[in-house]
């Protein structure tokens, strides 16, 4: 019986040893892809959609009519609208809100106040294609920024900055702060 037991040993070596290789290989390639590759979550059409629905409605209940801008986590465009007789101009300044306010995990409401109030910030302005002017908000996921959201036209940079902030899926975790 001790042969046979040692021969079930001898047997059982290799596969005992080939788990472990096995499974330091697997982490090895784990700690190789945390440390080259991180999870991303990504706005949606079917969120941008959303987001400008709500930020829309709270406009209309300034009785504003505004355009919004929704960009993704690399700063490109999802969803662009002008509000009916809103100015050209406004498009472009809700983007660049957008832009500046993921790029800055900031609200350009208070960039633009912090930016003023430091002589050694005042030179964001020059930027091409930041905007120091309210209502642009980042938008967050999970502690993550995932774009950003720009409103231009609602009568001032606080009405503008308070529609934006307006149009959060909190259902969802999709902040605006």
Same mark, same amino acid.
């Given at each position: 019986?001790?042969?046979?037991?040692?021969?079930?040993?001898? &047997?059982?070596?290799?596969?005992?040893?080939?788990?472990? @290789?096995?499974?330091?290989? #697997?982490?090895?390639?784990?700690?190789?892809?945390?440390?080259?590759? =991180?999870?991303?979550?990504?706005?949606?059409?079917?969120? =941008?959609?959303?987001?400008?629905?709500?930020?829309?409605?709270?406009?209309?209940?300034?009785?504003?009519?505004?355009?919004?801008?929704?960009?993704?986590?690399?700063?490109?465009?999802?969803?662009?609208?002008? #509000?009916?007789?809103?100015?050209?101009?406004?498009?472009?300044?809700?983007?660049?809100?957008?832009?500046?306010?993921?790029? @800055?995990? @900031?609200?350009?409401?208070?960039?633009?106040? !912090?930016?003023?109030? !430091?002589?050694? @910030?005042?030179?964001?302005?020059?930027?091409?294609?930041?905007?120091? &002017?309210?209502?642009?908000?980042?938008?967050?996921?999970?502690?993550?920024?995932?774009?950003?959201?720009?409103?231009?036209?609602?009568?001032?940079?606080?009405?503008?900055? !308070? %529609? =934006?902030?307006?149009?959060?899926?909190?259902?969802? =975790? %999709?902040?605006?702060?």
């Amino acid at each position: 019986m001790t042969h046979l037991l040692k021969l079930l040993l001898l &047997l059982l070596i290799p596969v005992v040893s080939l788990a472990q @290789t096995s499974t330091h290989q #697997g982490q090895t390639e784990k700690q190789a892809k945390t440390k080259y590759t =991180a999870d991303a979550h990504q706005l949606t059409l079917e969120a =941008a959609s959303e987001l400008t629905n709500r930020a829309r409605a709270a406009a209309k209940s300034l009785n504003k009519d505004v355009s919004i801008a929704i960009v993704d986590a690399s700063g490109q465009v999802i969803m662009l609208t002008r #509000g009916n007789g809103v100015g050209p101009h406004n498009t472009e300044a809700a983007r660049r809100k957008a832009y500046t306010s993921l790029s @800055t995990k @900031t609200p350009t409401l208070q960039l633009a106040r !912090n930016a003023k109030a !430091n002589a050694d @910030t005042e030179n964001l302005a020059n930027l091409p294609e930041l905007l120091l &002017l309210g209502g642009g908000c980042p938008i967050w996921y999970n502690g993550q920024i995932i774009g950003g959201i720009g409103v231009a036209g609602g009568g001032g940079p606080e009405n503008d900055h !308070n %529609i =934006a902030k307006a149009a959060a899926i909190e259902e969802a =975790a %999709i902040l605006i702060h």
